[in-house]
């Protein structure tokens, strides 16, 4: 008899112990565990001001203010090394701080492959929650230039390619470098031979205008006050199809053109790469609600950024197509390592 009370007590009390557990917590991203019970922190591994921490500052206000997420949340600056240093900690220390997101865009892959100023880590070193906004590359020229078409401009390069000066904003081997020689590298051209001249800090219009760079590789949402105001003519883009921006609407996609490729230029955000399943649900479940609500769009619509969501594996996906692309152009410009 005491054998069997004893069985029961420890029985009763195993069945007890279970029931606190799942009232405890759940894996559930729709509120069943206690996921978030503190500050949430999304890093812009830039300085402030820059498209990154836009990016991140409009994320966490509308997150705030449509009351998706009743949590404080804060956005921090960790500039360095065009996100490499920040990277690094994102991946090793933080691995599986669940309080912690970072916004990123293409050098998250860009990064990872080039041998100069490259980082160990990347996109498979964190989770990717979403994709949420994109952008296309655009190729430039002064709107009296003399090249009228992009392969009046490609069959010069093609004659004489230290003859041409193509410009743009970030370092050899970064985003506008592979925006600017991926036309090139479709047309046939060896992208090495291929004079480029980098403009930190957005000057690489100003070297177009000053008559210092004959066509540059930016972003479309860049260039469009510069279409519109009349100054420049837009040559080509990397969309998939013809942008609808004012001044844009006729501008040919490198596809139209016979150039089978396209680039985005995506910001997405991302979680440690130990999150846990129950962080990772509710962040997806946010990130989808927040792209539905009409606050993001009007943000979207005031920083001039094209709305574009994929989340989860979809994101995934599209991160190693990315991957693919950039890859062909480091090589062909004998930068990956």
Known sequence: MKKWVT?????????????????????????KGNYPNSTITIVAPTSAGGGWDLTARAIAKNLSETKLVEKPIVVEN????????FMATFATKEANNDYMLMVKSPPIIINNLKAEGNSQFGFRDTTPLAQLTKDYGAIAVKADSKYQTL?????????????VTLAGASSPGSMDHLITILPVYKYG????????????????SVALLGGNADAIGTDVSTISQYVKSGQVRVLAVTAPERVSIEGLEDVPTLKELGLDTEFTIWRGIFGPKEMS???????????????????????LARN????????????????????VVISDLLKALGMHK
């Open 304 to 323: 001039g950024w094209q709305q574009e969501f994929k989340s989860g594996e979809d994101f995934e996906k599209f991160l190693e197509e990315q991957e």
């Open 277 to 299: 399943q129950e962080a990772k649900e509710y962040w997806i479940e946010k990130l989808t609600a927040l792209n539905e609500t009409e606050e993001w769009k009007e943000d």
């Open 78 to 85: 960790k500039p360095g090394g065009g996100g490499v240093t």
């Open 151 to 163: 392969f009046d401009l490609l069959e010069d390069i093609k004659r004489d390619p230290k003859s």
């Open 189 to 204: 051209i060896d992208p090495k031979s291929v004079k480029y001249v980098s403009f930190d800090g957005g000057g690489e």
């Open 7 to 31: 069985f029961l007590i420890i029985s009763i009390v195993a069945v007890l112990l279970t029931a606190c557990g799942k009232s405890e917590g759940s894996s559930s991203g729709s509120g």
